[in-house]
C-alpha cells in the first residue's frame, strides 16, 4: 500500500529466536559450525532448518553461510546457531584454539626446527 | 164499551208512565256522560298544559344542562319534575327517559368526537415521529460516516507506518551486525507490530480491506507471524505444521485473527502458563486450535462471543462503548471477508477456553506452493522439480521471484558485496591469510557476510535453482574450514567428536562433498 516492497520478514526475528536477543560472545558470523548427531525433533522450526543444512554437508559451515542460505538476518542466526550450541546440537570446532599454544610460541618453536635442520 | 175504553186509557196511561220513566232515566244517563265527557276534556287540557309546560322546561333547562354537563352529570340533570297531572301516563314515562338519552345521545357523540380527535392526534404525533427518525438515522449515518473515515484515516496511517517501519527494521537487522543495534531494533519492531496489529484491526472495523499481502505461507510460519504481534509470545507452544499452506490471499486475515485469539488467551491465563497451538486435519477444514489454561470464559461472555462471531453484535465501529474490545469483532469481520470461521468453546481439556479457526479446504493450497523461504538444502531436493512441474505452483513461483527480490535488495546499496566475485575464491582467503582468530572483526566480518552472501546465494533465492545451491553451500564452507585447516598447517586440534568430519572435509576437498550432495 505505502510501498511495493514487501516485508522479508513475515515471521519476526525476535519469534525465530524465541525472545532470545544476544547471541553468545564466541559465536560470529565467520564462526564455523558442525553438527552433532541426535534427535532434533524438540527443536524449533528454524532451529530445525538450521540442522537441516547440516543433513547433507559432511562438514562445517559459517554462521553467515547458513544466514545466507536461510536468508535470515546475521543476527538473528547467530542466536539460533547460539542456542543450538547450547542446546549441544551444533558445536564449535574452532574452540579448541584455545587450548592451543600461542602463535608466537609456535613460530619460535618453526624456528627452531629450522635451525636444526 | 165504555169499559174498553177505559181499559185502553188506562193501558196508555201506564204505557205514557213507563215512556215517561225511560226517557227520565235515558236524559239522566246522556247528561251524566256528557258530565263525564266535559271531566275528561278538561284532564286532558290540564295536561296538555303541563306536558307543554314539561317539554319547555325539558327544552330550556334540562336538556341544556345535560348537554353541557360532563359524562358524570347525567344523574342529576336527568330528573325531570313530571307534574302531578302527568302521573301515571305513558307521556309522563316518556319524558322521564328523555334527558337519559339525552344524555346517551351526548356522551355517544362526544366519545365519537374525542376518538376522532385522538386518531388525529395520533396521526400528527406518528408523523412527527417518524420525521424525527428519519433525521435521527440520517444524522446517525452521517455521524457513522464521518467517524469511519476518521477512525479510517487514522488506522491507516498508522497501518502504512508501522509496516514502513517493519520493513525498516527487517533492514535493518540484515544491515547491522552489531549486538547492541540488533537487541534495539528487535524490541523496536516488537512495538511496531504490536502497533500494526491495533492499526489494522481498526482499519478492519471501520471498513477496510487489509492492506498487506503475503504469498501462500505455512501454518507453521502463520501462526509464528501471529506471535510477533502480540506481547508474551514465548509462551505460545505450537508443534510443526509445515503440511498446511494457506492461499496467500487469505494469510494475512488468519495471521490477524489467529494473534488476536493468541493474545485473548495469552491475555486471560495465568502469567506462567502456556498457550497450545495445534492442528486437526479434518476432510473438509483444517482446524488451527488455541488452548488456553485460563479463565473459562464464563457463560455471559461466550454468549456475547459468538453472538460477535456470528455477526450480531458486530455493530457499527460508533457503537464500541466507552472500552473497545475489539479484537474479537475484528477477527469475526475478516473471517466473514475472507471465507474461513472462529470458534470459542469453553471449557477445554486445561479448564480454559479453547478458540479455533477453521480452515476450508478452499483456503488450503498445495504445499509445493509454499513460500520461497528455502525448507532446507537437503529436502528442498525431491519435492522442488515436482513441485515446478504443477502448474498451480509457477503461478507462485513468480510471486515468489519478487518476494526474494526484495530480501537482497537491502544488501545491494552495501558498497562491499558488488566487488566481490566467484564464492569460492574470496572465502578461504581471508582466514588462510590471517590464521590466528584476532582477524580485525568488524570489517572482516562484514566483508565476510556480504561477500558470502552476494555471489553464491544470489542464484540460491531465484527459484529456478534451489538444488544447484543446496549443495554447493556447505561445500563451500566446507573448502573454507579445509582452507582454515590448512592454513593453519600441521596442527593437530584435540577434539574427537569433530575430527572425521573434520579431516574427511579437509583431505578429500571440497569437491567430494560436493559430489556427495549431488546424487
Redesign the interface.
Known sequence: ???P????????????T??R???REDV???S?V?A?TGPTDTLG?DA??VM???????????V??I?????L????VRILVSSLMDSGHL?S?????D??PD?DLLQEVLRGLRSLV | MTELIIAAAAVLAVAGVGAAGYFRRKGEQARRRAEQLREHADRLTLQLVAAEQCVGHLATAVIPAVAKGGPGDVGPAGVLPVPAQLDGTPLAERLRAVPGAVAAAVEDVRTRERAAAERATAHAADQVRQDTERQLAQVRRESVGVARAAVRGFA?NI???S??L??AV?QG??R??S?EA??TL??I??LA?QMLLTASGYSVLAGDKL????PA?TL??IV??A??RIEG??RVKHP?M?SVVVEGRAVEAV?HALAVLLDNALRYSPPAASVHVSLEQGHHACFLIVDDAGLRMDDERLLWASDVMSGEQRDDITRLGAHPQTGLRVASLLAENYGFRVELTAPNIYQGTRAMVVLPKNLIVDPGSA?P???????SLPPKPAARAADPAAEEATEEA???A??T??AAPDPEPAPATPAAVPVPEP?GSS???A?A?AT???G??VR??SP??AP??RPAAPED???G??????A???G?RRGREG?Q???A??DA??T??AHPAPH??AD??GH
Open positions: 500500500m505505502s510501498g516492497r514487501r516485508d522479508p520478514d513475515m515471521v519476526r526475528p525476535y519469534v525465530r524465541q525472545g536477543i544476544r547471541a560470529r558470523l565467520e564455523v558442525i552433532a522450526p530445525r532448518r537441516r543444512l547440516f543433513a547433507g554437508a559432511d562438514g562445517g559451515l559459517a553467515a553461510d544466514a545466507a542460505a536461510l536468508e538476518p546475521p543476527s538473528t558445536s570446532p574452532v574452540a579448541a584454539i587450548d592451543q602463535f | 491507516n497501518v502504512a507506518r509496516a514502513r517493519g520493513r527487517s537487522v540484515r547491522h551486525i549486538d540488533y537487541a528487535v524490541e519492531d516488537h507490530q492492506s498487506r499481502r503475503w505461507t507453521t510460519d509464528r507471524a506471535m510477533g509470545y514465548e510443526e509445515g495471521v513460500q523461504v528455502p525448507q532446507s538444502v537437503a529436502r519478487t518476494a526474494p526484495v530480501t535488495a537491502p582466514v590464521p590466528a582468530p582477524t572483526p572482516t566480518a562484514s565476510l557476510t558470502r552472501r553464491a546465494p540460491a533465492r545451491t543446496g549443495p553451500r556447505p561445500a563451500v564452507a566446507a573454507w574450514a579445509a582454515t596442527e586440534p584435540a577434539p567428536s569433530a568430519i573434520r574427511s572435509a567430494d562433498a556427495d550432495e
